[in-house]
């Protein structure tokens, strides 16, 4: 894949860039709080360039410019930070228990950032390194992607064959508490910390899914989760089914080994992708899938406020699978990169999508070191597919709508009369003809993919060249 900027760039709910920080890791002095306010406001000062002294002499003239105006000159708010730094006094000083500053300045930061979006947020170290473990594949905990929707904590995804997903947790599924502890007043990255732990230890959440009056307790057991994000099989002759549950920094070359496994018996006729529950991960996997199917054209693009952010990714003409007719599965769990795949193939006019509409998830992420060791997860833009759509809080709409469901197929108990049951019946005359086609359970374990393997069939019948007429003889037919 092409790009102005070579540097992999994540999406998802929880896997994400980092960005070098120049700053070495510093030992952490205490001082005394009205010391450490006045080092706040000279540092908040400084990093506005506002000048004290100016200020003050600024005052003491008659054309002394209006505090409104000093403010939207240097970018920064004198009157709040000083309201910041009393607010900061006055817990320190009668709040009912005493609370450290390192707490209270590492909460401020916290709600600073929780208040811009679901996706930005300050990570400790040991939510730092939780993360680089998901994007490597392997972490301890039931295997659930989720985020913040409506203010509430909400399944994204259940990673496949893990606890959640062999429990029946489904995107959508509202956690309302975590071993009692109620959600509703817990952070993105408290509630993923209460999720995590040792391998064997179990679990207990309270699940609200729509349609249903009251909540479900689902208990789990935590394990030691290593995920493979992709898999494939022949779900008949020609026809290949490949599964990508989330985007690792191996996703790529696992696919492209993948589909090399299912052309080996042959040509594939058609080829399944499934992007279902996927809940996102890392940007140069989710194009390097693409381009796995697109032999030109631009993949993604991203904006945002700096000149930095801004990046163009397009496929290169040596495709693994350029011709194979493809059907692409997606629901409410697919989002993010999950998205970036499915928009471009759609927009490229490549594939047929299918299911129902996407999560909705269209910015950017990156995650920057901080001194200390912890990180900052922060927006910094939005991406775009191929033809320009947004689909930030939108989603992407299937070209055909199926949803989620089981296929009962009722067993005819009768006799069903043929040609073939007829005495003295004229043979077919072909003797490789099979008498019935093989039946499959696809459609009955999952109705969605059944229905992708019938539209790829019948993509196969439409295209297929027509034989050579027969002689024209008088024919009659009863």
Do not use: W
Not at 35 to 41: D, M
Not at 370 to 393: C, E, F, M, V, W
């Amino acid at each position: 894949m092409n790009s102005s900027r070579p540097n992999p760039r994540p999406f998802g709910t929880g896997l994400l860039a980092q960005k070098t920080c120049p700053t070495a890791r510093r030992t952490p002095k205490t001082v005394s709080a009205p010391a450490l306010l006045g080092s706040l406001l000279f540092t908040l000062v400084l990093a506005t360039g506002l000048a004290p002294a100016a200020q003050a002499q600024d005052v003491e003239t008659d054309n002394a410019l209006s505090q409104a105006e000093q403010d939207a000159a240097n970018g920064l708010p004198v009157e709040d930070v000083q309201t910041f730094a009393e607010v900061f006094e006055r817990i320190k000083r009668t709040y009912v228990e005493q609370v450290d500053d390192k707490t209270l300045l590492r909460n401020a930061m916290r709600g600073m950032l929780s208040q811009l979006d679901p996706h930005s947020e300050y990570l400790d170290a040991d939510a730092f390194q939780n993360l680089r473990e998901t994007t490597e594949g392997e972490f301890s905990g039931v295997g659930i992607e989720v985020g913040l929707r409506d203010d509430q904590l909400t399944v994204i995804a259940p990673i496949d064959d893990t606890p959640a997903a062999r429990a029946g947790v489904q995107p959508g599924d509202r956690i309302v508490a975590i071993d009692g502890t109620p959600t509703n007043d817990l952070s993105l990255q408290e509630a993923v910390d209460l999720m995590r732990g040792e391998a064997g230890t179990d679990i207990e959440l309270l699940l609200l899914r729509d349609g249903e009056q009251e909540p479900r307790d689902v208990t789990l057991t935590r394990e030691s989760i290593q995920s493979e994000s992709v898999s494939s099989r022949l779900l008949e002759p020609g026809y290949g089914y490949l599964r990508i549950s989330q985007f690792q920094s191996r996703t790529g070359e696992q696919t492209r080994v993948a589909l090399a496994s299912l052309m080996k018996s042959g040509p594939l006729e058609g080829l399944v992708l499934d992007l279902r529950n996927n809940p996102g991960g890392v940007l140069s996997s989710a194009v390097d899938v693409a381009d796995q199917f697109l032999s030109s054209g631009l993949v993604v693009y991203t904006k945002g406020r700096l000149a930095d952010d801004d990046m163009r990714f397009t496929a290169h003409a040596k495709t693994t699978a350029p011709d194979v007719p493809l059907v692409v599965l997606i629901n409410g769990g697919s989002a993010s990169a999950a998205e970036i795949v499915a928009g471009a193939l759609q927009d490229q006019g490549r594939a047929v999508l299918m299911g129902t509409r996407s999560f909705g998830k269209g910015s950017v992420q990156q995650v920057m070191p901080l001194g200390n060791g912890d990180g900052l997860k922060l927006t910094t833009a939005r991406y775009y597919t191929p033809s320009g759509r947004s689909i930030q809080a939108e989603g992407i709409a299937p070209d055909v709508r199926v949803v989620r469901g089981r296929l009962e197929v009722e067993e005819s108990s009768g006799f069903q009369l043929r040609e073939s049951s007829l005495r003295g019946h004229l043979l077919n005359g072909d003797a490789d003809q099979a008498m019935d086609d093989p039946d499959t359970p696809v459609a009955a374990d999952d109705y969605q993919l059944g229905e992708a393997l019938n539209l790829l069939k019948a993509l196969n019948v439409v295209q297929r060249p027509r034989s050579s007429q027969a002689p024209n003889d008088s024919t009659s037919a009863e």
